[in-house]
């Protein structure tokens, strides 16, 4: 049972435009929400994450957007650049036994062409 | 970068062999997680430590037993490895609850 998908596999932009990666749960029990991002033969790298008690949290060119009652957050790349081709996971977790034990989603590959 | 080291990168074994990975850390965190990534799930938790000696089982652990004896070391053993383990396997290491973890580079593990 996937609690965190990312339904579309691949993503293709232009450089300078926007990209929008998309990712939905199913357990309402989750609090905090990240995205990373993962260059091939490298580990997956922090880029940024939400808590439950916001809607929106900025960080440059990132920008996550969380939507609790539809279950789903995005994130928004802009300007896009060459650079951040890659794949993108997000993943999930909530407050149980302070673990911190994330839940990630399969994973989105960005391909922004020049 | 977090200092996280795994070891080795790269291994080729057979099936029935035991296969042990090492994680490495140098942040002092309380909290290291093992991962596998395959294609079509994401990464997908086999075991974690949250403190020496204190371990549990993930959503992936048959099959799979870890160690963590000192704080800086956490160990991923499969005792008798099977096909169906080939697969990358990360570490990562966190503060705790609502913190980011910090990944290594990854060991690419293949059972022939």
């Known amino acids: 049972d996937q609690q965190v998908k990312q339904n579309s596999p691949s993503l293709s932009v232009q450089e300078g435009r926007i990209s929008i990666l998309n990712c939905d749960y199913t357990n309402s029990m989750f609090d905090y929400f990240l995205w990373y991002k993962k260059y091939p033969a490298e580990g997956p790298t922090f880029l940024i994450s939400?808590?439950?008690?916001?809607d929106k949290n900025e960080d440059g060119r990132f920008t996550v957007f969380l939507n609790k009652s539809a279950k789903h957050l995005s994130l928004h790349i802009v300007p896009s650049q060459p650079g951040d081709s890659a794949v993108y996971f997000c993943a999930a977790s909530f407050a149980s036994g302070n673990t911190g034990k994330l839940i990630f989603g399969q994973g989105t590959t960005l391909q922004v062409k020049p | 970068d977090a200092g996280i080291t795994q070891s080795p990168r790269h291994k080729v074994t057979e099936t029935g062999t035991p296969v042990t990975l090492r994680c490495h850390q140098t942040?002092?965190?309380?909290?290291m997680y093992w991962y596998r990534q395959d294609p079509g799930h994401g990464l997908r938790l086999i075991h974690y430590?949250?403190?020496?000696?204190?371990?549990d089982k993930g959503e992936v652990s048959d099959g799979y037993s870890v160690s963590r004896s000192k704080t800086e070391d956490f160990l991923l053993t499969l005792e008798s490895a099977t096909s169906s383990q080939t697969s990358v396997y990360f570490c990562?290491?966190?503060?705790?609850?609502?913190?980011?973890?910090?990944f290594g580079d990854g060991t690419r593990l293949s059972i022939l």
């Open positions: 939400i808590s439950s008690i916001k």
């Open positions: 990562a290491i966190s503060t705790g609850q609502r913190q980011p973890q910090h």
């Open positions: 430590s949250y403190g020496v000696k204190d371990t």
């Open positions: 942040e002092n965190h309380r909290y």
